[in-house]
């Protein structure tokens, strides 16, 4: 493992990062109703910039390639990032300007709705090999496909592991599975073949998981297969849950964790995620519960 700064795990993670609009409501409105939200927050989300920060606030030495740009909402999101502890490349282009997202919370639930904007430049700028100098791990949401397709083989022909995000299915996927170690899929993840979860072993990977929200997580390797129960909590707030399931994988994955107890790792604190209501306070959660997995 290389010890990085202060002997932390060195992650890089490649993809989205957003600019979260979140409104906390008493219920979820119907067809041309307004409501008064009980809270609001403007932080910095994305699959790729959330669990990077998971990374971090576990005591990793995380490092960002995004397309952030220079507008207002890229500044927000770029002060938080840093606040967080976590090194931003941005690979935007000239002209590239962020757009947030509107996220709604269900404050007697915890579950979200989402509604994001048109996030993608069409191409972004160039990334060098030497990004990965130092790195334990790699992350991949596949949302920027160009950033991933010049980070993944590199990292595979380094041996260093890379994790896929797999929330949902990007074309790119199918160029990375076998430079790829391990695939964590979402419950609503599917294949445009239609063919299982666990067929992707077949691709590359080592290792393919499914979470499934409160119930246990699935996973399948070449030779064994398993669940990880999820600890009952009360739900506060679901949003980027899976995003911190991710980045704790990867945080253990790059202490050395065999995978079975980087997946028990990853879903404790995406639990203790839940338990926290807001973008902010379950950072600073994981930073209190922090412990070598």
């Not at 220079?70 to 282009?93: C, Y």
């Not at 949003?239 to 994955?253: F, T």
């Amino acid at each position: 493992m290389n010890t990085g700064v202060r002997g932390a795990p060195s992650g890089l993670f490649v993809g989205l990062a957003t600019l979260d609009v979140v409104q906390l409501v008493d219920g979820m409105p119907g067809p041309n109703q307004k409501v008064t939200a009980a809270e609001s927050w403007l932080a910095a989300g994305g699959p790729a910039a959330a669990a990077a920060i998971a990374f971090s606030a576990l005591g990793g030495s995380a490092t960002l390639v995004t397309a952030l740009g220079t507008n207002s909402a890229a500044a927000l999101v770029r002060a938080d990032l840093v606040a967080a502890g976590v090194t931003v490349i941005d690979r935007a282009p000239d002209g590239f300007g962020l757009a947030p997202a509107v996220v709604i919370v269900d404050a007697a639930t915890g579950e979200r709705t989402v509604v994001g904007g048109p996030v993608h430049p069409p191409q972004t700028l160039p990334v060098e090999e030497s990004v990965l100098d130092g790195c334990d791990v790699v992350l991949v949401d596949g949302h920027h496909p160009a950033l991933a397709r010049a980070v993944v083989p590199a990292a595979a022909d380094r041996a260093v592991p890379v994790v896929v995000d797999a929330g949902s299915h990007k074309p790119v996927f199918d160029e990375l599975w076998g430079h790829t170690s391990d695939v964590i899929c979402s419950a609503d993840y599917s294949h445009p073949s239609g063919r299982s979860h666990e067929t992707l072993l077949e691709h590359g990977p080592s290792l393919v998981a499914v979470s499934h929200g409160s119930d246990p997580l699935q996973w399948w390797s070449s030779d064994e297969s398993g669940e990880v129960p999820v600890p009952r909590v009360a739900v506060a707030d679901t949003l980027g849950a899976g995003d911190v399931l991710h980045g704790a994988y990867a945080y253990a994955l790059a202490v050395g964790s065999p995978r079975a107890d980087a997946l028990a790792f990853g879903v404790a604190a995406a639990s203790r995620r839940v338990a926290c209501l807001g973008p902010f306070s379950w950072r600073d959660d994981l930073k209190r519960w922090r412990r070598v997995p």
